[in-house]
């Protein structure tokens, strides 16, 4: 078996949404969201929140899982992905993969988790991208003009398929990331996240959207925390409201 670890970044500072990782989606921090998301997948020893904030580290211990500080120098919105992430890696050198689960993107299945280790523990692949598609009608600012024929609108999916990188998880074998120092290697498969996976929490409009989303899901969704997260909901609820 491939010892896998996952990492979730939580810094405590945020200039878009204040003490973001601590906000509450579904009565739970997001970045605690994050933790009990990998724990879909993983024991909770293999599950490493980063940060460089006291009240984070803090939680993250209460709940059984493993932390690491990060030092202040990788600790502000100048700091490269990369850079961090390979501080994080450094910290876990026996592991045979690793896995990076950013906070703000909150809804993951335990399907799509299970389908990106399979990819890189049994199907060949180094690393995981995970990614969203769709059908856009674009068009040029510059020009001010449509890319598509304005007098005889086509059906959306005759249009061009659109692709783009989701920035909320990433899964990489060892020796792909040490060769290249990057969370993407060389022969990487994209996989696919739907609508509820890709929300994404930059901005706080993406907040409400996000909390409106948890407040919504119907008991039996995927996408609701299990086992002990329905003990973390009871004990987090309205504690660090904004």
């Known amino acids: 078996m491939s010892r896998v670890i996952g990492f979730v970044p939580a810094r405590g ?12 989606i579904g009565g739970i921090p997001m970045f605690l969201r994050a933790c ?32 690491i500080r990060r ?31 950013l906070p703000p993107m909150p809804f ?21 991208v995970c990614v969203g598609k769709e059908h856009f009608y674009l068009w040029d600012e510059e020009k001010r003009i ?7 609108i086509p059906n959306s999916y005759t249009l061009p398929e659109t692709v783009f990188e989701t920035m909320g998880l990433y899964v990489i074998r060892k020796e792909a990331h040490l060769e290249n120092g990057l969370r ?23 907040y409400e959207l996000a909390v409106a989303v948890a407040k919504g899901l119907p008991d039996d969704s995927v996408y609701i925390i299990r086992g002990g997260g329905y003990e ?8 660090y409201a904004a």
Not at 146 to 152: A, F, N, S
Not at 232 to 239: D, E, K, N, S, W
Request: with cysteine; aromatic share 10%.
């Open 13 to 24: 500072g945020s200039t878009r949404v204040s003490r973001k990782n601590l906000r509450e």
């Open 36 to 67: 009990y998301n990998l724990h879909q997948v993983l024991p909770k020893e293999c599950i490493v929140a980063d940060s460089d904030d006291e009240e984070i580290l803090s939680i993250a211990s209460e709940h059984g899982f493993s932390t």
């Open 71 to 101: 030092p202040d120098e990788l600790a502000s919105n100048a700091t490269d992905g990369n850079a961090f992430f390979r501080w994080e890696t450094s910290n876990y050198p026996d592991a045979d993969i690793y896995i990076q689960h």
């Open 108 to 128: 993951l299945s335990k399907e799509t988790l299970e389908r990106c280790l399979t990819a890189v523990e049994k199907e060949n692949y180094d690393s995981v």
């Open 146 to 152: 449509p890319l598509y024929d304005l007098k005889q």
């Open 184 to 206: 993407i290697g060389k022969n990487y498969k994209m996989i696919a996240l739907d609508k509820f996976e890709q929300i994404d929490v930059n901005y706080p409009e993406d």
């Open 232 to 239: 973390v909901i009871g004990f987090f609820v309205g504690r």
